[in-house]
C-alpha cells in the first residue's frame, strides 16, 4: 500500500544532542513537510519541499535542518540549539505544492528529552 | 493577520445524535478550506476539501461541511455520530493560494462519543 512512514515511532534525545527524524513516502509526490504538534494546539510549519535538492523555512525553523536528496525521502534533524524539542512530528506530502492538494500524514514520532 | 478558529476545543455527544463541529475563517475572495481527522498517536486524514465548487461538500463517513461566505464560516456536520467518530477535529485555510506553506491549522476540537 501507498504511504508515508515516519520512524522511529518514539525517540529520546539527551543534552546536546542531535536526533533526526525519518520521513519515507511511496507516493510518487513531489511535495513533503514537517509539522510540530504540540497539546492543545495546532499544527505548525517547520520546513517544507516542493521538489527535490529544493527546501523553504515554514513559521518554526530555528534548530531544524533538513535534506531533500531523494523524491521519496525528507528526513528532519533536531539539533542541540533546539531548546524545547519536545513534541509530536508529523511529515505529509502531497502530490504538488498547491493549495487545492489535500496532504497525506505519516503516523507520527514522539520526541521526549532524556 | 489572517486565522482560522474553532469555536470549541471539546464537545460530547450520545452515539447516534448529531455532530456539529464549529470553524470560522477570516475574510478572503477565495480561500482552500479542508477538514482533517487525527486519532490519537497517528496522523491526520483528510475528511474533505472545498476548493470553490459546491458550497455544500461531501466527506468520508458520512461527515460534510457546509461553505457559507456570508457568514465565514465552514462548519463540519454529521447527521448520526458513531463510537468511531471519537477523535480530534481540525479545520485548516489556505487564504494565499499557492504553496501549502500557507496553509493555517485550527487548534482542533477533540469529540468525545458517548454510548
Known amino acids: 500500500d501507498g504511504g508515508i512512514t515516519q520512524s522511529p515511532k518514539y525517540l529520546f534525545r539527551k543534552e546536546g544532542q542531535n536526533v533526526t527524524l525519518s520521513c519515507e513516502q511511496n507516493?510518487?509526490?513531489?511535495?513533503m513537510y514537517w509539522y510540530r504538534q504540540d497539546p492543545g494546539q495546532g499544527l505548525r510549519l517547520i520546513y517544507y519541499?516542493?521538489?527535490?535538492?529544493?527546501?523553504q523555512k515554514g513559521d518554526i525553523a530555528e534548530g531544524y535542518s533538513v535534506s531533500r536528496e531523494k523524491k521519496e525521502s525528507f528526513p528532519l534533524t533536531v539539533t542541540s540549539a533546539q531548546k524545547n524539542p519536545t513534541a509530536f512530528y508529523l511529515c505529509?506530502?502531497?502530490?504538488?505544492?498547491?493549495?487545492?492538494?489535500?496532504?497525506?500524514f505519516g503516523d507520527g514520532t514522539r520526541l521526549s528529552i532524556l | 493577520a489572517q486565522s482560522v478558529t474553532q469555536l470549541d476545543s471539546h464537545v460530547s455527544v450520545s452515539e447516534g445524535t448529531p455532530v456539529l463541529l464549529r470553524c470560522n475563517y477570516s475574510?478572503?475572495?477565495?480561500?482552500?478550506l479542508f477538514w482533517y481527522v487525527q486519532h490519537p498517536n497517528k496522523g491526520l486524514q483528510l475528511l474533505l476539501k472545498?476548493?470553490?465548487?459546491?458550497?455544500l461538500v461531501k466527506g468520508i463517513n458520512g461527515f460534510e461541511a457546509e461553505f457559507k461566505k456570508s457568514e465565514t464560516s465552514f462548519h463540519l456536520t454529521k447527521p448520526s455520530a458513531h463510537m468511531s467518530d471519537a477523535a480530534e477535529y481540525f479545520c485548516?485555510?489556505?487564504?494565499?493560494?499557492?504553496?501549502?506553506?500557507?496553509?493555517?491549522f485550527g487548534k482542533g476540537t477533540k469529540l468525545s462519543v458517548k454510548p
Open positions: 505529509a506530502s502531497s502530490q504538488w505544492d498547491t493549495s487545492n492538494q489535500p496532504q497525506h
Open positions: 507516493l510518487n509526490h513531489d511535495a
Open positions: 519541499s516542493q521538489i527535490v535538492n529544493d527546501f
Open positions: 475574510s478572503s475572495y477565495s480561500p482552500s
Open positions: 472545498y476548493t470553490s465548487a459546491a458550497t
Open positions: 485548516v485555510v489556505n487564504y494565499y493560494g499557492g504553496s501549502q506553506g500557507n496553509l493555517i
